[in-house]
Nanobody, 124 residues
């Protein structure tokens, strides 16, 4: 069973950048479809971005297209989320997730394993 640990969150001003990392252990990252979700208080967990096993396909929620980039380095067992031009509405706890399905889906249910989350706060 894979374990996931996120890092890279923090406090940043609007317009700034952060890069989140998700490090996998216990199993090869290459076995999994990977995704980033986020959740802010009082809201449902929201899909942010997803990436297929060999990086041939990526998906993004409309609100982050052109600003966020998901990537992975299977040889290092790490996935990233580069976040540029951050906005206050991006403030949330960000979670990485791993799934064993065939497709990058935008709902939480297909993802079997989750990290503990990392807080991202964007000040105006």
């Amino acid at each position: 069973q894979v374990q996931l640990v996120e890092s890279g969150g923090g406090l940043v001003q609007a317009g700034g950048s952060l890069r989140l990392s998700c490090t996998a252990s216990g199993s090869a990252l290459s076995f999994y479809i990977m995704a980033w979700f986020r959740q802010s208080p009082g809201k449902d967990r929201e899909f942010v971005a997803g990436i297929s096993r060999k990086s041939e396909r990526t998906r993004y929620v409309d609100s982050v297209k052109g600003r966020f980039t998901i990537s992975r380095e299977n040889a290092k067992n790490v996935m990233y989320l580069q976040m540029n031009w951050l906005k206050p509405e991006d403030t949330a706890v960000y979670y990485c997730a791993a799934g064993t399905g065939l497709f990058v889906l935008q709902t939480p249910a297909p993802y079997d394993t989750w990290g503990q989350g990392t807080q991202v706060t964007v000040s105006s």
